[in-house]
T-cell receptor, first 115, second 112 residues
Framework: GAGVSQSPSNKVTEKGKDVELRCDPI?????LYWYRQSLGQGLEFLIY????????KSGLPSDRFSAERTGGSVSTLTIQRTQQEDSAVYLC?????????????FGPGTRLTVL | GENVEQHPSTLSVQEGDSAVIKCTYS??????FPWYKQELGKGPQLIID?????GEKKDQRIAVTLNKTAKHFSLHITETQPEDSAVYFC???????????FGSGTQLTVLP
Protein backbone atom coordinates (compact mmCIF):
# COMPACT_ATOMS: atom_id res chain seq x y z
CA GLY A 1 0.00 0.00 0.00
CA ALA A 2 0.96 3.66 -0.12
CA GLY A 3 3.57 4.79 2.36
CA VAL A 4 4.03 8.11 4.12
CA SER A 5 4.29 10.95 1.63
CA GLN A 6 5.71 14.42 2.16
CA SER A 7 5.67 17.57 0.10
CA PRO A 8 7.50 19.41 -1.17
CA SER A 9 10.57 17.21 -1.49
CA ASN A 10 12.79 20.29 -1.57
CA LYS A 11 12.15 23.83 -0.42
CA VAL A 12 14.48 26.78 -0.77
CA THR A 13 13.46 29.95 1.01
CA GLU A 14 14.91 33.23 2.09
CA LYS A 15 15.67 34.06 5.68
CA GLY A 16 12.64 35.58 7.38
CA LYS A 17 10.03 33.91 5.18
CA ASP A 18 7.44 31.42 6.46
CA VAL A 19 7.30 27.85 5.14
CA GLU A 20 4.76 25.03 5.32
CA LEU A 21 5.69 21.38 5.06
CA ARG A 22 3.06 18.72 4.48
CA CYS A 23 2.80 15.11 5.59
CA ASP A 24 0.28 12.49 4.46
CA PRO A 25 0.49 9.50 6.82
CA ILE A 26 -0.37 5.92 6.00
CA UNK A 27 -4.14 5.49 5.96
CA UNK A 28 -5.44 4.31 9.32
CA UNK A 29 -2.34 5.34 11.27
CA UNK A 30 -3.46 7.44 14.20
CA UNK A 31 -0.03 8.43 15.50
CA LEU A 32 2.05 10.97 13.58
CA TYR A 33 5.52 12.31 14.37
CA TRP A 34 7.74 15.05 13.01
CA TYR A 35 11.52 14.80 13.27
CA ARG A 36 14.32 17.03 12.10
CA GLN A 37 17.60 15.75 10.67
CA SER A 38 20.42 18.24 10.40
CA LEU A 39 23.35 17.55 8.06
CA GLY A 40 25.25 14.49 9.24
CA GLN A 41 23.23 14.23 12.43
CA GLY A 42 20.68 11.88 13.89
CA LEU A 43 16.99 12.56 14.01
CA GLU A 44 15.61 15.02 16.54
CA PHE A 45 12.01 14.65 17.74
CA LEU A 46 9.83 17.72 17.19
CA ILE A 47 6.15 16.93 17.80
CA TYR A 48 3.75 13.99 18.18
CA UNK A 49 0.04 13.69 17.41
CA UNK A 50 -2.16 10.86 18.64
CA UNK A 51 -5.80 10.80 17.62
CA UNK A 52 -7.76 13.67 19.14
CA UNK A 53 -5.38 14.13 22.08
CA UNK A 54 -3.43 17.33 22.58
CA UNK A 55 -0.14 17.07 20.69
CA UNK A 56 3.17 16.56 22.47
CA LYS A 57 5.11 19.68 21.46
CA SER A 58 8.04 19.10 23.78
CA GLY A 59 10.59 18.83 20.95
CA LEU A 60 9.79 22.07 19.12
CA PRO A 61 12.96 24.21 19.26
CA SER A 62 11.23 27.60 19.38
CA ASP A 63 7.84 29.28 19.13
CA ARG A 64 8.51 29.88 15.44
CA PHE A 65 7.68 26.21 14.92
CA SER A 66 4.10 24.94 14.98
CA ALA A 67 2.19 22.01 13.57
CA GLU A 68 -1.38 20.94 13.13
CA ARG A 69 -3.14 17.80 12.07
CA THR A 70 -6.49 18.19 10.39
CA GLY A 71 -9.13 15.48 10.54
CA GLY A 72 -6.72 13.07 12.16
CA SER A 73 -4.85 12.60 8.89
CA VAL A 74 -2.75 15.19 7.03
CA SER A 75 -0.31 17.24 9.08
CA THR A 76 1.35 20.56 8.34
CA LEU A 77 4.54 21.78 10.00
CA THR A 78 4.92 25.56 9.81
CA ILE A 79 8.13 27.45 10.44
CA GLN A 80 7.72 31.21 10.75
CA ARG A 81 10.46 33.77 10.11
CA THR A 82 12.89 31.08 8.98
CA GLN A 83 16.53 31.26 10.06
CA GLN A 84 19.57 29.66 8.45
CA GLU A 85 19.85 27.20 11.33
CA ASP A 86 16.44 25.83 10.34
CA SER A 87 18.04 24.29 7.25
CA ALA A 88 17.62 20.53 7.61
CA VAL A 89 15.61 17.57 6.37
CA TYR A 90 12.22 17.39 8.04
CA LEU A 91 10.90 13.86 8.34
CA CYS A 92 7.41 12.69 9.11
CA UNK A 93 6.53 9.25 10.45
CA UNK A 94 3.27 7.50 11.23
CA UNK A 95 2.35 4.50 13.37
CA UNK A 96 -0.66 2.27 13.71
CA UNK A 97 -1.68 2.25 17.35
CA UNK A 98 -4.27 -0.54 17.34
CA UNK A 99 -2.70 -3.67 18.71
CA UNK A 100 0.80 -3.69 20.15
CA UNK A 101 2.46 -2.01 17.20
CA UNK A 102 5.59 0.05 17.73
CA UNK A 103 6.88 0.50 14.18
CA UNK A 104 7.14 4.03 12.85
CA UNK A 105 7.13 4.36 9.07
CA PHE A 106 8.99 7.33 7.69
CA GLY A 107 8.34 9.47 4.66
CA PRO A 108 11.12 10.59 2.29
CA GLY A 109 11.46 13.95 4.00
CA THR A 110 11.47 17.58 2.93
CA ARG A 111 14.88 19.17 2.50
CA LEU A 112 14.63 22.79 3.64
CA THR A 113 17.32 25.26 2.71
CA VAL A 114 17.19 28.76 4.18
CA LEU A 115 19.38 31.23 2.32
CA GLY B 1 15.35 12.41 29.14
CA GLU B 2 16.72 9.52 27.11
CA ASN B 3 20.20 9.74 25.56
CA VAL B 4 21.41 7.28 22.94
CA GLU B 5 25.05 7.02 21.92
CA GLN B 6 26.12 5.14 18.79
CA HIS B 7 29.53 3.88 17.69
CA PRO B 8 31.36 3.87 15.36
CA SER B 9 30.37 6.89 13.30
CA THR B 10 31.93 5.32 10.19
CA LEU B 11 32.65 1.69 9.38
CA SER B 12 34.23 0.16 6.29
CA VAL B 13 34.25 -3.59 5.72
CA GLN B 14 35.11 -5.89 2.87
CA GLU B 15 32.26 -7.56 1.08
CA GLY B 16 31.44 -10.82 2.83
CA ASP B 17 32.75 -9.70 6.22
CA SER B 18 30.59 -8.92 9.25
CA ALA B 19 29.72 -5.48 10.56
CA VAL B 20 28.81 -4.59 14.14
CA ILE B 21 27.33 -1.31 15.34
CA LYS B 22 26.84 -0.60 19.03
CA CYS B 23 24.51 1.69 20.94
CA THR B 24 24.05 2.55 24.59
CA TYR B 25 21.03 4.17 26.19
CA SER B 26 20.53 5.99 29.47
CA UNK B 27 16.88 5.49 30.45
CA UNK B 28 16.32 2.11 32.10
CA UNK B 29 12.59 2.47 31.31
CA UNK B 30 13.24 2.25 27.56
CA UNK B 31 11.71 -0.95 26.24
CA UNK B 32 11.70 -0.76 22.44
CA PHE B 33 14.83 -0.57 20.29
CA PRO B 34 14.53 -0.29 16.49
CA TRP B 35 17.28 -0.06 13.91
CA TYR B 36 16.80 1.99 10.76
CA LYS B 37 18.70 2.04 7.47
CA GLN B 38 18.80 5.31 5.55
CA GLU B 39 19.97 5.49 1.96
CA LEU B 40 20.97 8.76 0.37
CA GLY B 41 18.00 11.03 -0.25
CA LYS B 42 15.51 8.68 1.37
CA GLY B 43 13.74 8.41 4.68
CA PRO B 44 14.84 5.88 7.31
CA GLN B 45 13.54 2.35 6.82
CA LEU B 46 13.10 -0.09 9.70
CA ILE B 47 15.30 -3.16 9.30
CA ILE B 48 14.90 -4.89 12.66
CA ASP B 49 13.67 -4.12 16.16
CA UNK B 50 13.78 -5.70 19.59
CA UNK B 51 11.75 -5.33 22.74
CA UNK B 52 13.12 -5.45 26.24
CA UNK B 53 11.65 -8.87 27.01
CA UNK B 54 13.94 -10.45 24.40
CA GLY B 55 17.74 -10.72 24.41
CA GLU B 56 18.35 -11.45 20.76
CA LYS B 57 16.49 -11.37 17.47
CA LYS B 58 17.60 -12.51 14.04
CA ASP B 59 16.29 -11.94 10.53
CA GLN B 60 18.39 -13.60 7.83
CA ARG B 61 21.73 -11.76 7.75
CA ILE B 62 20.73 -9.22 10.39
CA ALA B 63 20.64 -9.72 14.13
CA VAL B 64 20.21 -7.48 17.14
CA THR B 65 21.28 -8.21 20.71
CA LEU B 66 20.14 -6.41 23.84
CA ASN B 67 21.80 -6.27 27.25
CA LYS B 68 19.35 -4.56 29.59
CA THR B 69 21.70 -4.67 32.56
CA ALA B 70 24.42 -2.83 30.72
CA LYS B 71 21.90 -0.75 28.74
CA HIS B 72 23.39 -1.45 25.37
CA PHE B 73 22.26 -3.07 22.16
CA SER B 74 24.05 -3.99 18.96
CA LEU B 75 23.34 -4.58 15.28
CA HIS B 76 25.14 -7.42 13.55
CA ILE B 77 25.19 -7.78 9.77
CA THR B 78 26.81 -10.93 8.40
CA GLU B 79 27.98 -11.64 4.84
CA THR B 80 27.84 -7.96 3.98
CA GLN B 81 27.01 -6.90 0.45
CA PRO B 82 27.59 -3.59 -1.37
CA GLU B 83 23.87 -2.82 -1.12
CA ASP B 84 24.21 -2.83 2.66
CA SER B 85 26.13 0.44 2.31
CA ALA B 86 24.03 3.16 3.99
CA VAL B 87 23.66 5.09 7.23
CA TYR B 88 22.32 3.02 10.10
CA PHE B 89 20.55 4.55 13.10
CA CYS B 90 19.69 2.94 16.41
CA UNK B 91 16.89 4.32 18.54
CA UNK B 92 15.21 3.78 21.88
CA UNK B 93 11.75 4.55 23.16
CA UNK B 94 9.51 4.12 26.15
CA UNK B 95 5.90 4.70 26.99
CA UNK B 96 2.79 4.54 24.87
CA UNK B 97 3.79 7.48 22.67
CA UNK B 98 6.77 5.55 21.32
CA UNK B 99 8.63 8.77 20.67
CA UNK B 100 12.05 7.73 19.41
CA UNK B 101 15.43 9.00 20.59
CA PHE B 102 18.00 8.31 17.89
CA GLY B 103 21.71 7.69 17.92
CA SER B 104 23.88 9.87 15.71
CA GLY B 105 24.19 7.26 12.95
CA THR B 106 26.87 5.00 11.44
CA GLN B 107 27.96 5.34 7.83
CA LEU B 108 28.59 1.76 6.70
CA THR B 109 30.58 1.24 3.51
CA VAL B 110 30.93 -2.26 2.09
CA LEU B 111 33.89 -2.45 -0.24
CA PRO B 112 33.58 -4.82 -3.23
Amino acid sequence: GAGVSQSPSNKVTEKGKDVELRCDPISGHTALYWYRQSLGQGLEFLIYFQGNSAPDKSGLPSDRFSAERTGGSVSTLTIQRTQQEDSAVYLCASRRTSGSTDTQYFGPGTRLTVL
Amino acid sequence: GENVEQHPSTLSVQEGDSAVIKCTYSDSASNYFPWYKQELGKGPQLIIDIRSNVGEKKDQRIAVTLNKTAKHFSLHITETQPEDSAVYFCAASTGSARQLTFGSGTQLTVLP
